[in-house]
């Protein structure tokens, strides 16, 4: 589904924030990008949706270079949901999903009784449908992350990319969070999402990438994560412990 070769990128000379970044992801597959702040995350993102240009290296999506889709391709096949969620005028939360639609209509057309319908469904589906006639930019900042993915979700893309999704949320919301990704990718949807969290990719499985300071990314498994290591990222004491109660290892600061 999606495949970088050797991506580097820098905003000047003396400052290279990837380095010979490679990676391969699957269709239902999630993959979780851990690193500090600063390192490099965002800008992967930003190389991944063509809204800034590598220094070198190959985007592959779906089969064909990342530079062979108009933008408008290129929205109806990956979507990114970025850490902030802003809305310009005081739209409800059913016209503000109903927008994800926009890539699949023609520029003087309008939404279909089909994609009426998929919102409700979607709505339903991540249970937010009591948001629905509230206007989103007076829900909270969980609230507006929900709707967000239902937004996202909406413009059936085939690859998602969540930008640090649990940001700001209390931890009730950010397990939400997790669960919704679960599901998306159960449903064949590619996910790949940043967190400051090493214990998110713990919960979420499937293939974890750590971008180190210096912009070179290490990628395998959660299980392959060293407490050493990302000690020594984050600058800070950080334990893999086997945790009975919780059936699973846990990374735990302290």
Do not use: W
């Not at 991506?7 to 290279?16: D, G, T, V, W």
């Not at 971008?211 to 990222?233: D, Q, R, Y």
């Amino acid at each position: 589904m999606l495949t970088v070769k050797n991506l580097n990128f820098s905003y000047n000379r003396n400052r290279k924030v990837l380095c010979d970044v490679s990676f391969s992801l699957e269709a239902g597959s999630i993959m979780t990008v851990l690193g500090p702040n600063g390192v490099g995350k965002s800008t992967l993102f930003d190389c991944l949706c063509r809204l800034k240009s590598p220094d070198s290296g190959e985007i592959i999506l779906d089969g064909k270079h990342i530079n062979s889709y108009t933008i408008k391709q290129l929205a109806s096949i990956i979507t990114l949901l970025s850490q902030t969620v802003k809305a310009s005028f005081d739209f409800t939360v059913r016209e503000y999903v109903l927008m994800g639609c926009a890539p699949r209509i023609s520029p003087f057309g309008s939404p279909k009784a089909s994609d009426y319908d998929d919102v409700e469904k979607v709505l339903a589906d991540l249970e937010i449908s009591h948001f629905a006639d509230k206007i989103f930019t007076k829900l909270s900042g969980g609230e507006k992350q929900q709707v967000s993915i239902a937004k996202a979700i909406i413009q059936r893309p085939k690859i998602m990319l969540f930008d640090e999704p649990t940001s700001f949320l209390d931890i009730g919301n950010q397990q939400k969070i997790l669960r919704i990704i679960k599901k998306m990718a159960q449903a064949g949807y590619s996910v790949i999402m940043t967190t400051h969290n090493p214990d998110h990719a713990i919960q979420l499985g499937g293939i974890c990438a750590l971008i180190h300071p210096g912009g070179n990314m290490t990628v395998g498994s959660p299980e392959s994560l060293s407490a050493e290591v990302l000690s020594g990222i984050y600058k800070t004491p950080l334990h893999l412990l086997n945790i009975e109660e919780l059936g699973r290892c846990a990374c735990i600061a302290g």
